[in-house]
Structures are given as C-alpha cells and as structure tokens.
C-alpha cells in the first residue's frame, strides 16, 4: 500500500470521527432559541472525558446543577447528551408539581425499549394505562403490614451476615475486611428469601448458583451498560436490530427458572411463606388481605396516590407478569441496599462518634426486648433513622430521576411551557449536595434529619427513592431491610478506617455510586 492511499485513508478516518463527533455534540442552539438557559458538557469537563464516562455521572450532573444555579431565581437549566435535549429542573416547588402535584402530565419515566418482551413487562418500564394498573395491583404487598410479615427474614439474613464476617475477621491478619461482597450477600439472601421462595445458601456456599448469577448482574453495571443504555434510549430500532440486551441473560434465565419452581411448589403442594412471592400468588387470586388500620394513609401514602384512581382497573397477575416483577425486584433491591449497607458502615468508621451513639441506641432498644431486634423497636430508633436518611442523602443509589413530559405543561407563575415528550431531569444527586440546602453537603451529619431540621427544609429537597406516584414501590422494604442490616452491624462490630480505606473516597464511573477497589475497612467484635 502506498503512503498517499495510507494518508488517504487517515484522512478519511479523521474527517468521518470529526463529523461523527460534531453530529453526536450538536443540536447546541435548542435550549437557547426557547429563550432557557443552558450548559454543555464541555464547559465543565472535556469531551474526551465525558464520552469516555471518565467522569461519574453524579459529578457531570452535580457541576452542571452548580453551573446553572449561580443565576438567582433560576427554575430550570438545559443540557444535551448526544444532541438529545434534556430539561434540568432546579426549583423545588417545581420538582413537587412533576413528582406529584401536576403528575398527570408526567407519568412516564424516560422509556428503554428491551429486545426481550419480558422486560417490557417489568413495572419501572411500563407506561401510562398500564402503569397505573399493574402499581395498583402491587401496592398492597409493601404496605407496612406486609413488610411486618416479611421482618423475620431481614433478622436471619443479618445475623447470617454477621457469622459470615466473624468467620472472616477470625482469618484476617489485619483485621481488615472488604464489606461490599458481604453486604451483597445480604442483600442477595433477603430477596433470595422474599422474592423467590427459596435459601440462596450464599453464605455457606460462596460458589452457590444464585451468588455465582447475582454477582453476574451485578457486573453488568458497567461502562458497558452505559453504552448499551445511551444506544437503546437514542437509537432504539438499531438496539432491537441488533437484540442489544442489558443485563446477562443466562443470570435472568435461572431467576425466572427458580421463580417458576417457586410458584409451581406453591400452587400444587399448597406451600405458603410470609415473602412477596407469596404475596404476588395472593394478589393473583385476589385474596390478598385489604389494608389494616395499621396501613393508614400517611403524608407518603397520599403523595404516592393516583389522583385518578377511580379509572384505574387491577391488572390481572399472570405468571409471566408476576416472574418479571420479581426479577425486577432483584435487579432494583440489590444494589440499592448493598449501597446503604457499605456507604453506612464507612461512614460511622469515620465518624466514631456517630458509630457510639447509634450502638448505645441499639444496646438499649434491644435490652429491652431480651437483646432481639424486633419489628416495633427497629421501626422506632430515631436515631437509626436519621444515620440512614443520612447516608442515602449523602450516596443516593439513583443519583437523578427521570420523567417524560406526555402533555404539553405551563410552569406556574411563568411563561414557558414544557412540550409534549421533553425529557425531564431532577437531579437527586446534586440536589442533596446544595449547601443552600444542606449546609457543609460533604460532612456526614446525621442532625440534618432530627425533627427540627426536617421540618426546616423543603419536603422535596430529600428523594433517594423519588416522590409521588411513581416513586420506588419497595422503598419501605429497602428501608427496614437496611435498618435491620445496619443494626445487626453496629451491635456486633466497632468499625474503623484501615490502610486499604479510600480517605477520601475514590469512586468508579459505573452510572451509580460505588467505591473504587471495594470497601475495605478494619473490624473488631464487639463480643
């Protein structure tokens, strides 16, 4: 080959990159012709980091929050992301009239387009109609009585969770441990338990099937998945072209294989669990047990209430439908309280002062109720609480929300109308991180959330499982599974920073909030 064909052809290449790059990174001018102010990527980071994901998504978000934010008043920014317009919302009330007050105008998050039917089936991607009908069905198996029912498996996943790591630490040299494997387990053993009817084994077995198919979902969050995520919501026939898929299949078949065992042993040999399969089987024959009075509706519950719910019909369970809901159940509850659990435990390794209130919190419910954990005392440690609210308001696990506007809406006391099918971003992440809103954001305070300071703040300055009708169904689950673990924890280890500790924190660029080289802290009994 001769050298001008060579210099030919990396021209060639250099022009059609440059194009390439130039149609992904236009469409700059939408924002600003509608008269709304607007930030580009590239003001903040540069695009070689940015497309590459070098940057978490929680920084670029973050920075692109503060940008917009230093001019006064401002109610919504916008930004791109290859040339697609996506709406900032950076006032308050306005996240409140989106989550809830003017939802009908945005029932719909940002929508995936899955080459398996089978995600289509899945609650989080469902939309309109069918959304409200299948939410309707489900709400009554995470009411707070049902969550009761479920508490005994939380309290034997932890306590198995707690011989796991004293088994660990008596093998350790240094006493120091990685805790994200461990907190997954949890995680994996409740819904393991609560989801499919059966024992993941996983702390007896590191090499059991459901640890060896967890741990595959959870690698496919990945740079990967971003890329597989971008090409499916902007380039959606192309991705069903070519069955791009998200998550590892032969992971999600052996769920809907144990699934199904589970629903078949149940329906022919009239086996019955206190678990959320079993309460899914219940709401598919519609007998489920109507909300007690210990269910009354509470500000949470009323938020999260269709304003339309006379039109709204009980979607009819199938099985198909019911195995989704509990794969989807995995693929959300995972990672969400495996976070709670690691970002906790780091936290009151590093503030000791924290970590001793809380065990003196602890020690005294539980001397009263002969050193167990029991539903009533877990659900009533304020403090406990408020280590939690703050943890997730520090590493929320979805660090923004989505919505897609599906009617044209006029901003209250404002000119500007969001039109049908704008993309709307509320930025959890950075929201939480405001020092207008949360003084001194990157000091782990748990004071932030005694009654005082939460009566204080804006009810919608505090979303780690979003607000309103769509926001997360499971989110007392994940809560008392989380308080729980936290609690078998505390009263059972005095954690410390150790020499493998980030301090302070390094995290991946995986999309969601994870520590870079694991979690690695030192552990001592406390027995």
């Not at 021209?11 to 790059?21: D, E, K, N, T």
């Not at 805790?179 to 053993?189: A, H, K, Q, S």
């Not at 198919?213 to 969050?221: A, M, P």
Request: glycine letters at 4%; hydrophobic letters at 40%.
């Amino acid at each position: 080959m001769s050298l001008w064909v060579l210099a030919l052809i990396v021209i060639v290449i250099i022009l059609l990159s440059y194009l390439i790059f130039k149609f992904i990174d236009g469409n700059r001018d939408f924002w600003t012709k509608q008269g709304v102010p607007y930030v580009h990527g590239n003001q903040i980071f540069n695009n070689w980091n940015r497309y590459t994901f070098r940057i978490p998504f929680h920084e670029l978000d973050n920075q692109m929050y503060k940008f917009l934010k230093k001019e006064p008043d401002i109610k919504i920014g916008g930004t791109t992301l290859f040339r697609h317009p996506m709406l900032f919302i950076l006032d308050l009330e306005l996240v409140k009239n989106i989550l809830v007050k003017d939802f009908d105008h945005f029932i719909n998050r940002r929508g995936i387009e899955f080459s398996d039917p089978k995600f289509e089936l899945m609650l989080f991607n469902m939309i309109n109609q069918d959304w409200k009908d299948l939410r309707v069905t489900m709400t009554p198996t995470f009411t707070t009585s049902k969550i009761r029912r479920m508490f005994g498996v939380f309290v034997e996943s932890g306590e198995k969770l707690v011989n796991f790591l004293q088994s660990k630490l008596k093998k350790s040299l240094d006493s120091e441990l990685e805790l994200r494997g461990p907190c997954g387990r949890y995680t994996m053993d409740v819904i393991a338990s609560t989801a499919f009817g059966v024992d993941s084994k996983n702390f007896e077995n590191e090499n059991s099937l459901f640890t060896v198919n967890g741990l595959r979902l959870q690698d496919s969050i990945s740079k990967t998945i971003m890329i597989k995520l971008i090409i499916m919501i902007l380039l959606p026939k192309i991705a069903k072209y070519f069955k791009i898929r998200l998550f590892n299949m032969d992971a999600i078949n052996f769920l809907e294989s144990v699934v199904k065992d589970s629903i078949r042993r149940r329906k022919e040999l009239g086996e019955k669990r206190n678990d959320f399969l079993q309460l899914l089987l219940e709401a598919q024959d519609e007998t489920i047990e109507k909300s007690s009075l210990e269910d009354a509706l509470d500000q949470y519950d009323k938020d999260v209430e269709l304003e339309d719910s006379k039109n709204v019909q009980k979607m009819k369970l199938t099985d198909d439908l019911l195995i989704a809901q509990c794969n989807i159940f995995f693929i959300a509850g995972f990672d969400t309280t495996e976070s709670l659990l690691m970002w906790a435990s780091y936290e009151l390794a590093l503030n000791p002062d924290v970590q001793e209130k809380l065990y003196k919190e602890l020690l005294l419910a539980t001397n009263g109720s002969k050193g167990e954990l029991t539903y009533d005392n877990v659900n009533n440690l304020e403090y406990l609480d408020m280590v939690v609210s703050e943890t997730l308001r520090k590493y929320p696990a979805a660090v923004r929300l989505e919505r897609k506007c599906n009617k044209d809406y006029k901003i209250p006391n404002d000119d500007y109308v969001i039109t049908k099918d704008t993309h709307i971003i509320v930025p959890t992440y950075a929201i939480h991180h405001d020092p207008a809103i949360y003084p001194d954001p990157d000091k782990f305070d748990p004071e932030r959330f005694n009654t005082d300071n939460k009566a204080s703040r804006h009810p919608y300055a505090y979303l780690p499982f979003g607000l309103g009708p769509r926001s997360c169904i499971a989110m007392r689950f994940a809560l008392m599974e989380g308080k729980v673990a936290v609690a078998h924890l505390v009263l059972n280890f005095k954690f410390s920073p150790g020499a493998k500790t980030n301090i302070p924190m390094k995290y991946t660029n995986k999309g969601v909030l994870k520590p870079e080289n694991g979690m690695w802290l030192k552990l001592e009994s406390r027995n």
